[in-house]
């Protein structure tokens, strides 16, 4: 079967009867286009089946309205929320959206994240897999714009868009010491990385105001999120309860549970 000829710009403003200028300033909004002769062009380019050669483009132009972005792990439903937000406000914005899941490895994000910075994106929006600041250090060598949300390298100086994790911490905290609770048991994910390292300092500031222990033999940490056949409580889940240090005394376990995956 013969390959089918690619149509050219030139065949759209043939087909159009305009200039090939005219054609261009209609598909990079760089110049006003009357809208009899936008319509006639928009209706040659879906007579011809054309799309405009992004790569191309983008040379021309150094851009090519796509924005990368990089997150740890898509089976954590936390994630989905956000790409979808970020994907819409691109969108709107007339910019696609390159996503890359590095799977929790450092290894893969770097991979990941080359592919992204070779496809020329105009940014990238990162929650890092690890503490380091290799990444950081890669799009800054780069001169890739990037902004860090989440989980933030530490020690870097990075635009960043995370929650007041340290805050969460110690309001949570303060809604278990509030009613009486002095043993409490601590079930965190991955210490290292910042989100988990903040609530945990706010859970600490806010024993210490209380005047409670702290007791490492109450903490659990590195807790990873995972899939659970389906219940009624759900899907997924982070099976904090179950992550619960068992090698308590009846006398001294915890009256509760802290929980901050």
């Known amino acids: 079967m013969a390959k089918r000829k690619s149509c050219t710009i030139y065949d759209v403003a043939h087909l159009a009867r305009v200039?090939?200028?005219?054609?261009?300033?209609?598909?990079?909004?760089?110049?006003?286009?009357?809208p009899a002769r936008a319509e006639r062009i928009r209706d040659a380019m879906a007579a011809l089946d054309y799309h405009p050669d992004r790569v191309a483009r983008s040379l021309r132009t150094g851009k090519t309205h796509a924005i990368g972005m990089v997150v740890p792990d898509l089976t954590n439903p936390f994630f989905p929320q956000v790409i979808r937000g970020v994907e819409q406000a691109a969108q709107q914005a007339g910019y696609s959206l390159v996503l890359v899941?590095?799977?929790?490895?450092?290894?893969?994000?770097?991979?990941?994240?080359?592919?992204?910075?070779?496809?020329?994106?105009?940014?990238a929006l990162i929650a890092c897999c690890d503490n380091t600041t290799a990444t950081y250090d890669l799009v800054s060598r780069r001169k890739t714009p990037a902004v860090f949300l989440d989980r933030v390298p530490l020690g870097a100086n990075a635009i960043r868009?995370?929650?007041?994790?340290?805050?969460?911490?110690?309001?949570?905290?303060?809604?278990?010491?509030?009613?009486g609770h002095e043993r409490?048991?601590?079930?965190?994910?991955?210490?290292?990385?910042?989100?988990?390292?903040?609530?945990?300092?706010?859970?600490?500031?806010t024993m210490r105001e209380a005047g409670l222990p702290v007791l490492d033999e109450y903490f659990r940490t590195d807790i990873r999120y995972h899939r659970k056949p389906a219940t009624r409580l759900g899907n997924n889940c982070w099976n904090c309860r179950s992550a619960r240090p068992r090698s308590f005394a009846q006398t001294t376990r915890p009256s509760s549970d802290w929980c901050a995956p």
């Open 184 to 205: 409490i048991a601590v079930v965190a994910g991955r210490i290292e990385l910042s989100p988990h390292a903040h609530r945990v300092e706010g859970f600490r500031k």
């Open 101 to 123: 899941n590095s799977n929790e490895d450092p290894e893969q994000e770097r991979r990941g994240l080359q592919t992204l910075i070779s496809m020329r994106v105009d940014g």
């Open 19 to 34: 200039s090939v200028a005219t054609v261009s300033a209609l598909i990079n909004s760089s110049a006003f286009v009357g």
């Open 161 to 179: 868009i995370s929650t007041d994790n340290f805050k969460a911490g110690w309001v949570s905290t303060k809604h278990l010491v509030d009613p």
